[in-house]
């Protein structure tokens, strides 16, 4: 099994740009979340899914979308990118009746 | 805001040494969970305890909860180099439907010398 694996590991976007984060997982989880993680914050979630075709915000969801069109597969998309979206992203999953949650080696993003 | 703050931000210890880190939370939990962060990596589950329970082992792992003061340390006996990491408390809220939404504190980084 791979786990939970994210694509791209690296970019560099310029303001205003678009992309799209996908984060895949193997083990037939039914929530997913994502992450991002700023220096001496730790980790802030942005949105979860508990199930295909459900998505929910989190705790900074201003400026990111998302999408679970299949069960396997997180997309967190950014419309316009600006700097203040310069982080690491976390993809995490979870099986709904266990607590522990499995993350990805994430992206890290750079916006100019 | 952070549900959780970890005390020390940084701790140096050497091998063999024990490393102890503690984590504060504001609102009743459900569980509190630790994780640990190589450089460059993502985080990896260590331990979870209810909020039911005050202590917890695995391995050389020991974790305790004081719900009445809201706050869990994370002790690291004997440790080792590899020990070297970052390392996350991360508390589910209790009450609702939370999903198992995690909020993390902001973490230790501990350096283990040979």
């Known amino acids: 099994n791979a786990g939970v694996t994210q694509t791209p590991k690296f970019r560099v976007l310029k303001t205003g740009q678009s992309m799209t984060l996908l984060c895949a997982q193997d083990?037939?989880?039914?929530?997913m979340y994502w992450y991002r993680q700023d220096p001496g914050m730790g980790l802030r979630l942005i949105h979860y899914?508990?199930?295909?075709?459900?998505?929910a915000k989190g705790e900074v969801p201003d400026g990111y979308n998302v999408s679970r069109l299949k069960k396997q597969n997180f997309l967190l998309g950014l419309e316009s990118a600006a700097p203040s979206q310069t982080s690491v992203y976390f993809c995490?999953?979870?099986?709904?009746?266990?607590?522990?949650?499995?993350f990805g080696p994430g992206t890290r993003l750079t916006v100019l | 805001s952070q549900q959780g703050e970890e005390d020390p931000q940084a701790l140096s210890i050497q091998e063999g040494e024990n490393a102890t880190m503690n984590c504060s939370y504001k609102?009743?939990?459900?569980?509190l969970q630790w994780y640990r962060q190589n450089s460059g990596r993502g985080l990896v589950h260590l331990i979870l305890?209810?909020?039911?329970?005050r202590e917890k082992h695995s391995g050389r792992l020991r974790v305790t909860l004081d719900t009445s003061k809201k706050s869990s340390s994370l002790l690291i006996t004997a440790s080792r180099a590899a020990d070297t990491a970052s390392y996350f408390c991360?508390?589910?809220?209790?009450?609702?439907?939370?999903?198992?939404?995690?909020?993390f504190g902001q973490g230790t980084i501990l350096t283990v010398h040979p």
């Open positions: 899914s508990v199930g295909e075709g459900t998505t």
């Open positions: 083990m037939n989880h039914e929530y």
């Open positions: 991360a508390s589910t809220n209790a009450g609702g439907t939370s999903y198992g939404k995690l909020t």
């Open positions: 995490a999953s979870r099986v709904a009746v266990y607590n522990e949650q499995f």
């Open positions: 305890i209810r909020s039911n329970e």
């Open positions: 609102t009743s939990i459900n569980n």
